[in-house]
């Protein structure tokens, strides 16, 4: 009557007799017991996390300042000048595609196609010995813009006039002091020479005046990407990129202010691109190819200058400025009026626009016909002034005139014009 006999729970230390309902309450509370001791355990752990996870607030970011006198500055300070530009003592790298090297028992049989393209592929051969790649580089040359211990030949006063201990510098017409050792201690070139240059045919060495607050790497290279555009320009020609001012507000043209100065350095740059292009011979073909002279901004005094007296004005078959006419106006009339077989471009902005209106009345009163349109073709003593649209930055000029990429649309349209081709590969005089 009672029915089955009841069971010892084997959790009732006890061992008491249960009811079921009495059982399921004993693992109820077995059950609230463990939840309450994992909390005990996972709640203090919980604390620091969540106030990790608080953003302080901005009173407490001012009272560590003040209480540190550390600002973002002092804790995440700008790269110094040591760290944008190598010390002349180094090199850039070569800025070139490469291939990796197939080990030779895995070598095709076959020779194949060349490739130009970097890979780890095991089977990727290297170009046959016959093909070039584009090569960019840094070279030291003595005759390069700096370092000049001559004079001013605008004040005839020595260049560096500022003298501190052994410390020596530049006070630019802005007053501001810039020290030889940081600013005009670098002869360094930038060197690019095309993958297609056949120093048997036709060519052209073009030479780039860069502007102010600039370096040859960050600037010329890599942002305004002036080697790109010789290449890309499908133009027989080579580049030359001397360090002026280093980043620096100063136009100054170092030993381009000298007689020759500019001939000199054509002179020397001859070994260095032969070497570059990889046949010792073609240094006579570089001593006597025809120039192209850019000069960008501040790279109007240097170019005016190497126009004057640089002692190579017959090597110089044309002139690009771009946003350029600050001065020097004379110059430029003078070697645009003795000079017809010879092309002259100005692109300008609203920043140069009154200067390059004025060379054009000199021009004109010269009785030297001018064009404000790029759109025609490029003849040998063209004359062109071009005004870019509003908008375009003075920055960037050097990639966004009045089209992209000017540089390149100036050589290609040159080497569109039969009779600038020709007179290209005539010999110059020396």
Known sequence: MFGAQPKFDSHDRVGRAM???????????????????????????????????????????????????????DRFPAPQFKDRFPTEKESLAPYQRTAAAAPAQMAPKTAPSPVRIASISPTLTLPQPTEREDMTTLVSMKSSAFPYFGNNPRTDAPFLNVGNGDRRGHRSYG?????????????????????????????????????????????VRDRQQVPQQITDSGVNAVLL????????????????????????????????????YGDPKSAQVFANMPVVIV?????????????????????????????????????????????????????????TRPRDRELMSMLRGKGIPVSESMDGPLRP???????????????????????????????????????????????TSR
Request: charged share 20%; glycine share 10%; net charge positive.
């Open 381 to 427: 003593g063209s004359v062109v002034f071009v005004q870019t649209r509003d908008g375009i930055t003075h920055r960037s000029y050097v990639t966004q005139a009045w089209t992209e990429f000017p540089i390149q649309a100036v050589l290609t349209k040159m080497a569109a014009t039969p009779a600038l081709t020709r007179m290209a590969s005539a010999p």
């Open 175 to 219: 007053g501001r002091v810039f020290w030889q050792s940081e600013t005009y201690n670098d002869n360094r070139v930038l060197v690019h020479v095309p993958e297609s240059f056949d120093a048997n045919k036709p060519g052209v060495i073009v030479v780039f005046f860069h502007g102010n607050g600039a370096t040859l790497e960050r600037d």
């Open 19 to 73: 009811s079921p309902g009495a059982t399921r309450h004993a693992r109820s509370s077995r059950r609230r017991g463990r939840w309450i001791v994992a909390g005990c355990i996972l709640i203090p752990l919980a604390l620091p996390l969540a106030q990790c996870g608080k953003a302080p607030n901005a009173g407490m970011l001012a009272a560590n300042t003040q209480a540190t006198g550390d600002t973002f500055e």
């Open 295 to 351: 000069g960008y901004s501040g790279g109007f005094l240097p170019t005016a200058w190497s126009l004057e007296v640089g002692g190579a004005a017959g090597r110089v078959r044309g002139v690009l400025l771009l946003d350029a006419v600050y001065g020097e106006l004379d110059k430029f009339a003078s070697w645009i009026e003795n000079n017809r077989t010879g092309f002259f471009v100005s692109s300008y902005t609203h920043y």
């Open 241 to 276: 990129a001397p360090q002026m001012a280093v980043d620096a507000a100063d136009s100054s043209a170092g030993k381009f202010w000298q007689p020759g100065g500019f001939k000199r350095f054509l002179d020397e740059s001859a070994s260095h691109l032969a070497r570059l």
